[in-house]
């Protein structure tokens, strides 16, 4: 199975803060990856898809990179709304495995 | 809207066996690829299962597998998840999803907890 690995696994940040989270697959997934956000009590919901692509509706702050191996989600100025947990999941192969999460929090 | 409701989630005894349901509206089931992801209280998200558009092609994750029946009616535009032989590792809040291409989800559900337990 291909491992996911986010960095951090939490941060603290204010409103207004540059915001980048780390995702590392331990084998070549190509663009094949996506981000969600999920706020406590609720279903996850799509950010980014196939490494780069914004999802319709979601808010231009929202920007992924990256492509093999290592990928990065970035927030360029973080809103009130954006303090959630975010993951990352690979849909390269089966099984689409998931990072473990990173849980932004408000300093 | 775009909309997926799942239900039959509850309490069971560990050997037991569940039936989830996932009703589809706001879209034409029979276009999209849908999928059960599930999450553990307090963690994180596992995918579990998908299956294609005419149920053609199906996967599991090695956890379920043998145990879980991933199917679909899309005259009914319902999605379905057997469970059987439940393990206390299976409580979680199981959520169906629908897929797009490149293997996104980019509707879920509200999600149904599942409680194995005795």
């Known amino acids: 199975d291909i491992q996911m690995t986010q960095s951090p696994s939490s941060l603290s940040a204010s409103v207004g803060d540059r915001v980048t989270i780390t995702c590392r697959a331990s084998?070549?997934?190509?663009?094949?990856l996506n981000w969600y956000q999920q706020k406590s009590g609720t279903a996850p919901k799509l950010l980014i898809y196939?490494?780069?692509s914004l999802q319709s509706g979601v808010p231009s702050r929202f920007t992924g990179s990256g492509s093999g191996t290592d990928f990065t989600l970035t927030i360029s100025s973080l809103q009130a709304e954006d303090f959630a947990t975010y993951y990352c999941?690979?849909?390269?192969?089966?099984?689409?495995?998931f990072g473990q999460g990173t849980k932004v929090e408000i300093k | 809207q775009v909309q997926l409701v799942e239900s039959g989630g509850g309490l069971v005894k560990p050997g037991g066996s569940l039936r989830l349901s996932c009703a589809a509206s706001g879209f034409t089931l029979s276009g999209y690829y849908m999928s059960w992801i599930r999450q553990a209280p307090g963690k994180g998200l596992e995918w579990v299962s998908y299956?294609?558009?005419?149920?053609?092609?199906?996967n599991y994750a090695d956890s379920v597998k043998g145990r879980f029946t991933i199917s679909r009616d899309n005259a009914k535009n319902s999605l379905y998840l057997q469970m059987d032989s439940l393990r206390a590792e299976d409580t979680a809040v199981y959520y169906c999803?629908?897929?797009?291409?490149?293997?996104?989800?980019?509707?879920w559900g509200q999600g149904t907890l599942v409680t194995v337990s005795s």
């Open positions: 196939t490494a780069s």
């Open positions: 299956i294609s558009r005419s149920a053609k092609t199906i």
């Open positions: 999803a629908r897929d797009q291409k490149g293997g996104s989800s980019d509707y």
């Open positions: 084998q070549n997934i190509s663009s094949y």
């Open positions: 999941q690979q849909s390269y192969t089966t099984p689409r495995t």
